[in-house]
């Protein structure tokens, strides 16, 4: 808690950034994917609404690029998962985000899985969640207890590629910059 408590002040990122209307919700679960794998539909579109895109990739790349999922024991933060989704999404926007909001998408990653790791730390001492798998946990704290190791595990990994992920992020958008000059 006391890391989770300190870990703020090396992940902001400012909200004054432009909003893009956005899902709202992206993680894995909501995305629909045909037997080879492409992306066949989007579900869950009650949070569709106006939010800076750092936000909205942070949280589709802290539930994509974690294969392992938010309860499984040890967090895993593929790299490979989240340049290929980076570039995927480079190349089918039809607008060049901003430096200031591709700076930010650095740290969204990072801000979301540290928030990820408050929420369900709070929810360990709140033993309440609106799921708990009790087949494999005593109670809702012990899961979420849980969740706050997996994910304050990936938000340290995903601060270890802090770099690297920077490097992508600039590649992935040199040719959409390159197009609109």
């Known amino acids: 808690a006391e890391a989770i408590l300190r870990a703020p002040e090396r992940v902001e990122v400012r909200d004054s950034l432009p909003k893009r209307i956005v899902h709202g919700d992206p993680k894995i679960g909501n995305v629909l994917f045909g037997d080879d794998g492409t992306i ?4 869950d579109f009650d949070t569709v609404g106006p939010l800076p895109l750092h936000l909205e990739l942070g949280d ?3 539930s994509w690029c974690n294969p392992n999922g938010e309860d499984a024991e040890q967090a895993r933060f593929e790299l490979s998962i989240f ?3 980076l570039r995927a999404y480079a190349d ?3 607008f060049v985000p901003l430096p200031e909001e591709r700076a930010a998408m650095v ?9 990820q790791s408050a929420r369900f730390a709070a929810d360990v001492l709140k033993e309440s969640y609106f799921g708990w798998d009790d087949a494999r946990f ?3 704290g012990e899961h979420n207890l849980a969740r706050t190791r997996n994910q304050w595990a990936l938000h340290q ?3 270890a590629a802090r770099a690297q992920r920077a490097s992508l992020i600039e590649q992935a958008f040199a040719p959409a910059r390159a197009r609109s000059a």
């Open 157 to 159: 990994q995903v601060m």
């Open 138 to 140: 005593a109670s809702a």
């Open 92 to 94: 089918a926007i039809t």
């Open 83 to 85: 340049e290929t989704s």
């Open 107 to 115: 740290r969204g990653l990072e801000r979301i899985t540290l928030e």
């Open 40 to 43: 066949t539909g989007i579900i």
């Open 60 to 62: 589709l790349w802290r």
